[in-house]
């Protein structure tokens, strides 16, 4: 059964989108069992759950066998996919003109390219060398817009055939597929998917190397120098803040009436079924 914590983590974001954005349609894929259960009607969020006989793997990275098979999941014709760590903080109107010049469009990752890709085991980094220059562009996939076409599906059937390569993290499966298809991916501004640390030196206009050096921080830390008045668009509060409860104090900040929702939710449902 899914982890209880990364559906908060979801609920948070789906439910501080839906303020955002009272008429987007939104969607929220589980396979925790509480899906089923919480009112989510109220909130004209749409659950999906993921029964087992859909999960094609029993390991810790089982949600990438999802994440790299998302187009079967999508029922819309244009698609926003948010990783459950993903915090929404601005509205989102503008996000969709990026579908007009590719069908498909990302942030790229912090760390750009293949060679400074060190999150990744050292036998799948090695194994795409061999096929990839070390200055190739890396993605950043939690956060995903695309448009339902045949050439989307085709990079996406790609995209899961190389992660079952090695069945980890999903990004360097994602830069094989998209190089094999020499599919064009629109480059989205780093507003739509940014750490929190990264966020508050563009907000302070510091690099991100002094402002840890000098303030010693924290990802918690950068996101409380941030507010909604800035650019920031989507925070991506990646590197354990969900496990660690700390993506919950973080969106405490700014939809506190949210997350007292969600966990009073949770824990009821919880509580009595």
């Not at 987007?24 to 006989?53: M, N, Q, R, V």
């Not at 790609?158 to 980890?168: N, V």
């Not at 991916?185 to 190397?209: C, F, G, H, M, W």
């Not at 590197?239 to 997350?259: D, E, M, W």
Request: charged share 20%; net charge negative; aromatic share 10%.
């Amino acid at each position: 059964m899914g982890n209880i914590i990364y559906l908060e983590a979801a609920l948070i974001s789906a439910m501080s989108l839906r303020q955002l954005e009272p008429k987007i349609p939104i969607t929220l894929i589980s396979d925790h069992l509480l899906l089923k259960l919480l009112p989510l009607g109220d909130y004209e969020i749409t659950p999906s759950f993921i029964e087992a006989s859909e999960i094609n793997d029993d390991s810790s990275f089982f949600s990438r066998d999802i994440k790299t098979r998302l187009s079967t999941f999508s029922l819309y014709k244009e698609t926003l996919f948010l990783d459950a760590d993903i915090l929404p903080l601005k509205p989102i109107s503008e996000l969709w003109d990026y579908l007009s010049q590719e069908d498909m469009a990302m942030v790229v990752d912090r760390l750009p390219t293949l060679s400074l890709c060190e999150h990744i085991s050292p036998e799948e980094k090695s194994y795409t060398l061999q096929y990839l220059p070390e200055g190739t562009t890396q993605f950043n996939s939690g956060v995903i817009l695309w448009r339902d076409s045949i050439q989307t599906q085709f990079l996406f059937e790609l995209w899961h055939q190389e992660w079952l390569k090695f069945k980890k993290q999903d990004q360097l499966a994602l830069v094989r597929a998209i190089n094999r298809t020499q599919f064009s991916v629109t480059r989205l501004p780093q507003i739509y998917n940014i750490s929190p640390i990264d966020a508050a030196s563009r907000v302070n206009n510091k690099s991100v190397e002094m402002l840890s050096h000098i303030h010693q921080m924290c990802q918690i830390k950068a996101a409380s120098m941030l507010d909604q008045k800035n650019d920031i668009c989507f925070l991506h509060c990646w590197g354990g803040l969900v496990t660690s409860g700390k993506f919950r104090q973080i969106a405490y900040k700014f939809y506190p009436n949210i997350v007292q929702q969600v966990v009073g939710a949770i824990t009821f449902y919880l509580d009595n079924y």
